[in-house]
C-alpha cells in the first residue's frame, strides 16, 4: 500500500506559537490642562478733585481712564454720592481712603475755597504722612506756580495746560499714563509692606468661685474661760413647768 502523501502541514511540522499580543486596554484621559490663574491686582482708589466749571475735563479723564479701572483701578469724585448723602462726610470718607489724590488745577479751582483749602490740603496733609499720592493735572491756564503745587512734576508733560494741545486725547492720554506710573508705584508698595498683625482677642475672665463665709473667731468667756463663738446662737433652755 502506497503511503498516505503528507499534507503540506504534515511536512512542515507542528504549527509554531507565536506569542499572542498584550492587549492594551483603553488609554487614561488625559488630564486636561489646569489654567494660570493670574494673581488679582490689589484695588487702587484714586479720588479726582475738579471744579464743576471743569465737568467736561472731569467726564474726558475717566474716558481715559477706562483701561486702568478694568485692572483693578477704581475712581471716586463727587458725583458718586447719593441723594441725601451728607457733602462734606461722603468726601473725608473717600478722601481718607484714596491711594491716589488728582487735582484738576484751573483759575476755578484755585478760587473754590472747598476745592484748594480743603480737599487739596487736605490731600497735601495726609501726603505728608505717606498715606496718598498726589497727582496735579493742569487743565487751564492758571496761576499754580504760586501755590503749593510749584515744587512737584505737573501733568500733561511739563505741567502744559490741556487746552493747548494739539489735541485734548493726547493731552489725556499724556495725564493718563502719568496716573498709571503713579498706580504701579502704589502696588510696588502694597506688595512689599509687612502685612499688618491680627488684633489679638481679649481673654474672657474666668468666674471667681464663691468662698464659704468663715466662722467667728473664737473668745473666751470672762466668767468660766471655755472657748465659745462669737455670733453663736445661745441653745435653748428647758424651763420647769410651775
Not at 483603553?26 to 482708589?45: L, S
Not at 481718607?96 to 488728582?102: D, I, K, S, T
Not at 495726609?126 to 510749584?150: E, N
Not at 481673654?203 to 467667728?216: E, F, L, N, Q, T
Amino acid at each position: 500500500m502506497r503511503a498516505r502523501a503528507r499534507t503540506r502541514t504534515e511536512k512542515a511540522g507542528p504549527a509554531s506559537k507565536t506569542p499572542a499580543k498584550a492587549k492594551s486596554g483603553p488609554r487614561p484621559a488625559a488630564r486636561p490642562a489646569t489654567p494660570r490663574i493670574k494673581p488679582e491686582k490689589p484695588e487702587v482708589r484714586v479720588f479726582v478733585s475738579y471744579s464743576h466749571r471743569d465737568a467736561d475735563a472731569q467726564a474726558r479723564l475717566e474716558t481715559h481712564l477706562a483701561p486702568l479701572k478694568r485692572e483693578g483701578v477704581t475712581t471716586w469724585f463727587d458725583g458718586d454720592l447719593n441723594a441725601g448723602d451728607k457733602l462734606d462726610t461722603g468726601i473725608a470718607r473717600a478722601l481718607r481712603e484714596a491711594h491716589v489724590f488728582v487735582a484738576l488745577l484751573s483759575p476755578d479751582y484755585l478760587a473754590s475755597n472747598y476745592c484748594w483749602k480743603i480737599e487739596y490740603k487736605r490731600a497735601m496733609g495726609r501726603r505728608a504722612r505717606g498715606h496718598v499720592r498726589v497727582v496735579a493735572v493742569v487743565v487751564r491756564p492758571c496761576d499754580w506756580k504760586s501755590t503749593l503745587a510749584a515744587g512737584f512734576k505737573l501733568l500733561p508733560e511739563d505741567g502744559r495746560e490741556v487746552i493747548r494741545w494739539r489735541s485734548a486725547d493726547d493731552a489725556f492720554l499724556d495725564v493718563a499714563q502719568g496716573i498709571r506710573r503713579v498706580v504701579a508705584s502704589v502696588r510696588k508698595d502694597m506688595a512689599t509692606a509687612p502685612a499688618k498683625p491680627a488684633p489679638r482677642k481679649r481673654p474672657v475672665p474666668k468666674p471667681v468661685a464663691k468662698r464659704a463665709a468663715k466662722p467667728g473667731p473664737k473668745t473666751r468667756s470672762a466668767h468660766t474661760g471655755a472657748k465659745t463663738v462669737a455670733n453663736a446662737r445661745p441653745k435653748p433652755t428647758r424651763g420647769r413647768k410651775s
